[in-house]
């Protein structure tokens, strides 16, 4: 803070070791005439001004080319569940299946419209709702539907744990919003839709995010940014989103629940661990950079001849440029379910689902972070186009 120094000036007409005279009658004229201002407001002889309600927060909207639970900003709070159709002839499951999405649209968007039907959903501060119905490769196959060649479920990976009873489905819903609140509600909505027509849940598994500063990146239960090497929207085009043509505004989720062994991997020394992730825990540069977004080097070497990050670092075995410069959105969630059970909803968003069998199959091979980590369930869904206002998801589905 800037300070005057040297001797104050004395102000003209003021009292030596008092105050003046006229600045005290000013001031107390001004007193007065608050008073009176006060007591006029309060005897209703004047108008009060009313307090500014704080700027409205814009929901996100719900129709589009794309589904908002890919393109909007991530939320702190998400909410996945899938949901399996009745058995029944493949005629009668496609009639099924269109009369599931018709009640899921219909959910979805009143839940983000400007008045949702429940009146628990419009209390309190804007939820900012996004979501995402995907189908999946059963029952893609099993209806014959219209979905891109390359849908499939992922092959087994060496140390996978896998729980059926929380992985795969028919359909699968992703829930995002600014709290826990609204995906209760706007569950239990999709539970009620679903049962209607014929369907029922098959697993649920919320998840959250720490608080951090808007654009930045946030960690994992690690301590770890998680999400930092992200696709430019060009990227994205080429990689994520579906080529011209009918799955053109569609994407691929590639969905994995892994539990961390939080507290085995923090015992590590910081320095082993900075080397088993190939980034710096504090800044997340990585280790060949010195800012977070830096693309990491591979191939930089140290003087003896060793690589700056190990070949079993977990950003090495993953980078692009052991694949062809491919790259996925990833949107990861940390959870807890138990105190032996927490870690992370790794979300990943791709054209093609076998980018994702690559990485993983060299990151299952020899990974640092392996010990640390099991792979307790997994979903595959084509993420459907989105739909304007009228419209219903999956209508390209039929053709």
Known sequence: MHAETGKARKQPGAARGGVDRRTLIAGGGAVLAAGVGAGAVALGRGPAAAPQPPPAVPQTPFHGDRQAGVTAPQQPATLLLALDLAPAATSDGRTALRSLLGELTGVLADATGAGPADPRLRDGEPARLSSLVGVGPGAAARLGLNVPPALAELPAFPGDRLDQARGGGDLVVQLCAAD???????????????????????????????????????????????????????????????????????????????????????ALPEDRRDLAMGRRRGDGAPLTGTAEHED???YAKNPDGSYVIPNSAHVRLSSPRLDSGARMLRRGYSYDDAPDDRGLLFCAFVRDPAQFTRVQNRL?????????????????????????????LGEGLWG
């Open 180 to 266: 826990r609140w609204p995906l209760t509600v706007v569950a239990e909505l999709l539970g009620g839709a679903a049962k209607s027509a014929g369907a029922t849940v098959r697993w649920s598994q919320p998840g959250f995010l720490p608080r951090t500063p808007p654009g930045t990146t946030p960690r994992n239960l690690f301590g770890y940014k998680d999400g930092t090497a992200n696709p430019a929207p060009a990227e994205a085009q080429q990689w994520v989103w579906g080529p011209p043509g009918p799955y053109e505004h569609g994407t691929v989720l590639v969905y994995r629940r892994i539990r961390m062994d939080t507290a085995g991997f923090a």
């Open 296 to 298: 990491p080097d591979i």
């Open 364 to 392: 299952a091979a020899k990974d640092a972070l392996n010990p640390f980590l099991v792979h307790t369930a997994s979903a595959v869904a084509y993420v459907l186009p989105g739909v304007r206002e009228g419209g219903v």
